[in-house]
């Protein structure tokens, strides 16, 4: 019993031995293999590898895919012409060489990502200070990404590498600070109130120059067709009382007659008008009541005409 209870023991131990021997490295990862606090081997390649158990050799793994360190910070810089302006950009990097960024950065990809945004911060700070607002926002902005990819380059490939390599730096946004852009949204609204106001005064000159001169032409149409008008009734006129001479001085007997009914039709033009006659001493009536013809009633206070 006591044989096959130190039997499965021995497994155990040598299989937990075993287990710490081995470990694998991921493809996206770099394995770096101490030994007593020293680096003793990179293993690039993704696959099972070997190693002396601790605390002979111990292991640790990094990170080798393309990272991406983004800005944290909101502090302003200062342009050319002392702008303050707040940059936002990114970067993206990895590490190249494992034994260099250990030695001289970290053990960590947070490590070398605080040291990297310092030295791209101050060399944004470096080249924003030599342009202005306008060369930020136009075409030289693709110069200054480079510029300061240079100086990156520069800062982690000196006396002491760093092991990274800096793929591309980028700007994501250009901006006044906020005091500043209160300002400019000022300005632009005051400037685009004016320009309002311009275009309503312009429209409303515009607008009664248009209604003066629909005005006038209504004016001279409406003259026009008086003019017309009056031409027209006057030649009416003239036809009427050439007719009517005409008519009358054939007959001038009906013409006092015709006289005699228009002076009654105006005298009762309203129903409420009333007027009292002698009968007997009316034409209009005797015309009536004995029957003659208008063409034979006498004109009043003349002599009856004979047949």
Do not use: C, H
Not at 24 to 36: E, N, P, T
Not at 54 to 66: A, C, E, G, M, T
Not at 250 to 255: E, L, S, T
Request: aromatic residues 8%; without cysteine; hydrophobic residues 40%.
């Amino acid at each position: 019993m006591n044989r096959i209870g130190f039997f499965v023991s021995s497994i155990l131990v040598l299989l937990g031995l075993a287990s710490s021997m081995m470990f694998v490295v991921d493809q996206r990862q770099f394995g770096v293999v101490y030994a007593l606090g020293q680096i003793k081997e990179v293993i690039t390649e993704p696959g099972l590898n070997f190693k002396l158990p601790p605390p002979f050799q111990n292991v640790r793994y990094i990170d080798k895919r393309l990272l991406t360190l983004d800005s944290s910070d909101t502090e302003s810089m200062l342009t050319a012409e002392k702008q303050r302006v707040v940059i936002d950009w990114y970067v993206r990097w990895r590490i190249s060489d494992p034994q260099e960024y250990i030695r001289n950065v970290g053990l960590d990809e947070s490590a070398g990502a605080m040291q990297l945004n310092r030295v791209v911060r101050n060399a944004f700070q470096e080249e924003v200070n030599r342009r202005t607002v306008r060369e930020l926002l136009s075409s030289k902005r693709d110069a200054l990404m480079e510029d300061v990819k240079r100086e990156v380059l520069e800062a982690v490939r000196g006396a002491k590498p760093w092991g990274v390599d800096v793929v591309d730096v980028r700007i994501t946004r250009v901006d006044y600070v906020e005091a500043i852009t209160e300002s400019v949204y000022r300005r632009m609204e005051a400037e685009r109130k004016r320009v309002a106001n311009e275009l309503r005064s312009t429209g409303a000159a515009e607008g009664e120059k248009i209604r003066a001169d629909a005005d006038r032409q209504r004016e001279i149409a409406i003259a026009n067709a008086y003019r017309d008008a009056q031409k027209i009734k006057g030649e009416g006129d003239a036809e009427a009382a050439r007719q009517y001479a005409e008519a009358f001085g054939r007959d001038p007997q009906f013409a006092q007659f015709y006289r005699s009914l228009e002076a009654y039709k105006a005298s009762f033009n309203r129903k409420s008008d009333v007027v009292v006659l002698d009968p007997s001493s009316t034409d209009f009536f005797k015309a009536f009541r004995g029957g003659a013809a208008p063409g034979t009633l006498a004109a009043p206070g003349a002599a009856p005409r004979k047949p």
